[in-house]
């Protein structure tokens, strides 16, 4: 196991990042990226224990009440453990699926798997491509790197091109877990390509953005201020992968193996974390009524109380995926597919009216409350602090940061991540309801509907 | 316990009940009233076990396991065991709750229902009064009939009278279970009385109305023809109460104990019905959208999609509310409050979506179809089964059929019954946020909002 | 022009209507059909001016001002004026659109219009077909019947077969206008065929159903017992139409510009019958809410809010539909194809949430308030009265009528009536978001963003 | 009239402001405040005419046509325009309605807007006070300084306290229109106090907050980068005004004539600039989806459609609103209340729909898209380039630029900003429902809904 310094470390070895129009020159020393850095080493340390073999967060649950342990632990741990999980897991359930078939690979998943377990590694899954025009197939694009895809075949192993967009971090890991984001079909067979990438590899080049702040006053900033964590866009600019770290290679039936194994683990973390995000704004929402005073008016009551039965929805569907979660070959217990996709499409789609709802409790101070250097000034600091009290309860000061947090996690930079985030994060809306659809026991529901009309119908 | 034929004749015992003006001579002979009689007689038959000492639908569940069993087997006997069993769990929930303060009244409870267990009968919980004017409390209404009270004390029991509304079917049960609405203030004894009431008492007096189709053609009303059950409208004049069916007299302070102990199960049920009719909709929409031709067009799947969503999010909140039950002190379970009512309201407040949804994807015919008998005219009807063909998988009556279970269940007078009580039932949108709101952990939520904050707050 | 009586004995002209499996013997002595026959006879009696040469709805406004009237106007006579007008409206709308093409056909149209206004005949508008499968167009289904189209070519005139469903009253009129339902492709030549035929020519069967009332105690409906109109199945077998009573006939190209005329003149029929109906429900839960006694409680205020900005929207939408009108070609004034389509489709799709807060507002005895007969009974009438009052300064009766109101007009036959066609007349809600976005002046929204995107687009 | 040059030099007067906590030496010169300086000069210039004795847009319309124009005029000129033609409009608005009562105040009024029409200044409104605890009244709240209010009286005029919120760039205006945010009572005289103060007066401190971007690479902030205004936090520490700037002091039965006539004028300035953007984020939607080569999709179009209804739902209240104005006594037309504030709640409810249909057509790349700097970086600019390409139609680069503007406008710091203010401006949601039942002809509707019922109601 690695300790949060051997961490911070091992991201020293060449790997090339941009930020902003500039490369980074060393990660940990980076005013942006390493205090994100920072941030994934801490976690490190939190689980270190140096007479263990392995992350306890590698460790696989095999039944319900294990699942729901193992969601409370990772939330704690944050997008450091959820990253890494998410990737074994998914290998490891690519792997149950494609075990006839693909014997050799998955001894390679396997040989993997083991290792990134004993040196402590963190991976990040890379899936959504470029995709050029969203017409056209991936072999039919006019620029073939649209998606990524095999360029050359060497004895040794291949040589792949191609971008990967919105992968969270993929600067700070060590290593890049490829697959193809859709499904191939014959005559795309250099698109079913599935390997895993060392980050400093030659060819792998990361352009790294960021939602936290840049002002000088980060106390105004009390939720992306302290964490934030880079988005990067990957480019693999004719990168050489080995054949033991190739994983799928051409067998176009299996593209769509690993990101459909991907994609429940992703959505089953979106779920829970929006559970807890829609607790947290009713709890805002309690606060900020309370600190104005406001917290017995009928119509805030009302509006808050909206609040509290979405926010109970989208966790009943969290407690019902988990209590009808399934066990596959492996042994790993898995969500309810249909629960978990019906709950975060609900949460993704109905979060804005959580945000209204909050906003219209709390008032215009979101956006205008001074800010926490204003509260220092000694000139004007005293007249922030008087004319910001509400509810004598809460003194001004308190009420003053209420407001920066509010506006800092729902109506800022960082706002305005999670907006999209939520809504993108596992496929967007649409892809939700594919998903949930193809989960639901429509034959049982038409039955139930035949039975009511009452007569026999045509096989 | 009771065969039907048994319980057939045992309605026949002086009741006074009347129907659109009339007053009924005989309930089975009744051409509405006796087709809903019929339908009871025929719960009564499929559960008769000549070697059985009580009803199965009177026992208690201990757990999870039991509660959701119960549910399903409540459901396959539909009003009948729902009634009965929601009126003996409300009675040993609430004798739980005042066994310390009322012990007399405890003993009074436990003897009824240890005879209702024997003597099989069917008892129906009486709780909305008719309220009068809504902003004036009980006990000060200009017309202090508003509320069922004590009007005469006498040595061997007490004279009630007021009246209670919105009871369904309380023509075709014995016994009435009369119980305060609402809570009651010093002052308002006599308001604070809950007992037991033969339905044949003299002074008691039903009017009943039904949505049952009055047509000639009934085989146009496909749900409602078959299967109706009257609403009754319970007049209490001056009906004398024996001591030992009070079960509550006086002591304002327990006034809400039964209503509370009722509105759970009451809200429960309506729950898992609704998640029923959820699915039975989605199949519906499915099954109607096969039959016009247009199952795969993008829009129509949208929108079956989005119910889809919908009816599982309720079924999720119904099994989070049986995975989290509790048990109670009598160790009878209990379904987790907050999940059922989020659940309920959520479905109670979206139901009009589903519907339509529903009409939007069938389409016009709803309404427009012709009847089953022009369908058997020889002279029009094989053009009506030409031109009622969609989809050639589908036979013209068979689509014509879908049409009529739609509108009957739908947009027709059982139709309306449902848009109506699925909101009501269990106390309008309201009362179900006020009760979801109370059982909302709202300091742990604000707990973590505090967290955010970052400062310490005013204890 | 026609006094009611003229109209009435002009029905009995051997038209062959059935109605729930049996032919209606005379129209005005039906038990049913005979009151809605009665309904529009009061119509031709109330604008009958013996020294008129034409009804006054046959008129066309030429401006916004006159628009406005003539909604008023075709308000105040009801369903007997939409129709017709809107028949001749669509007609003259056509015939600009084809002038110069057709000018046969236009002579012919311009003949039957002057006849038409001249002999007061009543005009129903045809047009949706059987349709058989969705997925297959009219010139491919297994049966070819599904769409009506021309069956033989004789000298003198052709002969048609096929079906026209969902036609509002067809067997209260004198002419079925008969126009395509949608576009025709060459090849289906046969399909491309409007003309006028008489509702009592050879071949011609219509089937009736009703949203009327079947109660023996008609005065618990008041709304939909003393007004109804059927809705029309009308078969149209082999019949014979002359050469002078074809319109369009092969012109593939043509097929869609009587739908289209059409169209918008059902859009705005209905949206300002919604705008009208939108208000009637805001007065009825302000009513109930009073009569209740719960004006003035929080949630119920704010329901009703909720209800008076939708209702001003839908008004909104109708005011600038007018206020933007156009004019054609011929003079008359048409109303903004974009504000008409975009109100209509807000007004049908929100529809329900209207119903829902009025159901709310109102409780459970919408459902389950006992009969106006009940209130005429000697023995429970006066309890009837006493337990249905609520604010005392509205007599119980009052509010047992004002639910019976509520209850036909939303939850029962005619709501459910309501409710579908709410959403089906001119179309289906995805039919009017096409139309919306095809009248939305894209190229203008697109070229302010470009403006903020500030770098030039391709052409 | 000013020049934008006079205007700026016109702000170097002793007036104090802070931001972030540092006093401003200059504002024309600050980073931030000087660019929102310096668009405003550029109004000025914009409207200059050296042979002028008045700005243009603070002539009063006195019509439908009159009032439509200067909507587009105060467009065209922004955030400038806006607040100063607000307030004179509010001025007179009042002073029509005061005129009998306090005519000395109307006198002062009206020299007031002559001299501030002769010399060309900017006045900023001030309504919002700091309001302390919601539930108690101005008169009792434990700070008296909660709301603004009188400390001293002397012989040429009065001493006031307080603080003023939500001011939109009150440091760059030349003057303070002070009035009171709420109804006052008998007791609170002190309170009800009107005045103009000067930007410069002693006394008068203002702290600035800015959603400006802090990014060294402003050109991923293509919206608010070059577009920006400060939100004002108004200090009134024992300022002096002279009795001719005086225009309520004491009346309290007028307090509120001045906030009635503002929010008419303000939620009218929000309505229309709703209409303008929500028909921009349709424009963005149909743009990006063309670029993502996705604008032919079944699902992507629909979203589109509602955006469309929703935006033209917006337009046609504001078209009613001025189709249906009303002419006050002083000539000056007002556009109607219903329509402008049943538009104002319809678009602010529902905006954030708008945003999210906007963000789920974009897709993830509003926030992971690399920055303008990263494009123009040698290294991996052409890949960003490349990557960033969609329909081949839109080179990479334009399609990366379209990113950005959609999150600055709606995901970022000034789509935050945007959120917020959408809602709060002109007072809450609850505010603008409150506002609208006030004008909606209840009485008609009941009288509607009475009719229906058919018994006689008590007077």
Redesign the interface.
């Known amino acids: 196991m690695k300790t949060g310094e051997q961490y911070l470390a091992s991201l020293d070895d060449g790997r090339k990042v941009?930020f902003?129009?500039?490369?980074v020159e060393r990660i940990a020393d980076h005013p942006i990226l390493g205090r994100s850095a920072q941030l994934i080493a801490e976690g490190y340390d939190k689980v270190y224990d140096p007479t263990g073999d392995h992350s306890p967060f590698s460790d696989v649950p095999t039944d319900a009440a294990g699942l729901r342990e193992h969601i409370d632990f990772v939330h704690d741990l944050g997008m450091l453990a959820h990253v890494t999980y998410t990737s074994i897991m998914t290998l490891l359930t690519a792997a149950g699926r494609i075990m006839d078939s693909c014997p050799e690979e998955v001894e390679r998943i396997n040989a993997f798997v083991a290792r990134a377990r004993a040196e402590d590694i963190r991976i990040t899954q890379c899936i959504?491509d470029?995709?050029?025009?969203?017409?056209?197939r991936p072999g039919q694009q006019?620029?073939p790197?649209?998606y990524v895809h095999v360029v050359e075949r060497r004895d040794d192993g291949v040589v792949v091109r191609?971008?990967k967009?919105?992968i969270t971090a993929a600067s700070l890991g060590h290593e890049l877990m490829v697959i193809p984001t859709k499904g191939m079909k014959p005559g795309e067979e250099d698109y079913a390509i599935a390997c895993m990438i060392p980050v400093n590899a030659p060819g792998v080049?990361i352009?790294d953005?960021s939602?936290a702040?840049?002002?000088?006053?980060t106390g105004t900033f009390?939720?992306s201020g302290p964490v934030s964590y880079p988005?990067?866009?990957v480019?693999l600019?004719d990168v050489f992968v080995p054949t033991e770290r190739i994983f799928l290679d051409g067998q176009t039936k299996y593209a769509t193996v690993f990101a459909h194994s991907l994609g429940l683990w992703e959505r089953l973390g979106g779920l829970s974390s929006m559970a807890?995000g829609a607790?947290?704004l009713?709890?805002?929402a309690?606060?900020i009524a309370q600190a104005?005073?406001?917290e017995?008016?009928?119509?805030v009551?009302?509006k808050?109380?909206?609040m509290?039965?979405q926010?109970?929805?989208i966790?009943?569907?969290l407690?019902?995926?988990i209590?009808?979660c399934h066990v596959g070959d492996n042994g790993a217990a898995f969500p309810d597919e249909?629960?978990t996709n019906?709950?975060k499409?609900?949460a993704a789609?109905h979060y804005?009216?959580l945000?209204?709802s909050l906003?219209?409790i709390a008032?215009?101070?979101?956006?205008?409350?001074?800010?926490l250097?204003?509260l220092?000034?000694p000139?004007?600091g005293p007249?922030?602090r008087?004319?910001?009290?509400?509810?004598?309860?809460?003194?001004g000061?308190?009420r003053l940061?209420?407001f920066h947090?509010i506006?800092d996690?729902?109506?800022?930079?960082y706002?305005?991540?999670r907006?999209?985030?939520n809504?993108?994060?596992g496929g967007?809306?649409?892809a939700q309801?594919?998903v949930?659809?193809k989960w639901?026991?429509?034959e049982?529901?038409?039955?139930?509907?035949?039975e009511?009309?009452?007569?026999p119908?045509?096989p």
């Open positions: 941009w902003e129009g500039e490369l959504t470029a995709k050029g025009h969203r017409k056209v006019e620029d790197d649209s191609g971008a967009l919105h080049k352009v953005v939602y702040p840049r002002h000088a006053d009390p939720v988005e990067s866009f480019i600019d807890d607790d947290l009713v709890g805002l309690q606060l104005n005073g406001t017995s008016v009928a119509h009551r009302d808050i109380d909206d509290i039965i926010a109970t929805l966790r009943a569907s407690e019902a995926a209590t009808h249909l629960y019906a709950g499409y609900y789609s804005d009216r945000v209204q906003h219209d008032g215009g101070s979101i956006v205008t409350a001074p800010s250097a204003d220092q000034n000139e004007v007249a922030v008087k004319y910001m009290q509400g509810n004598p309860e809460f003194d000061e308190t940061r209420l947090v506006r996690l729902t109506a800022d930079t706002g305005g991540w907006l999209v985030t809504i993108q994060a967007g809306l649409y309801k594919i949930t659809r639901y026991p429509m049982s529901a038409v039955a139930r509907a035949k009511l009309v009452g007569v119908f045509a």
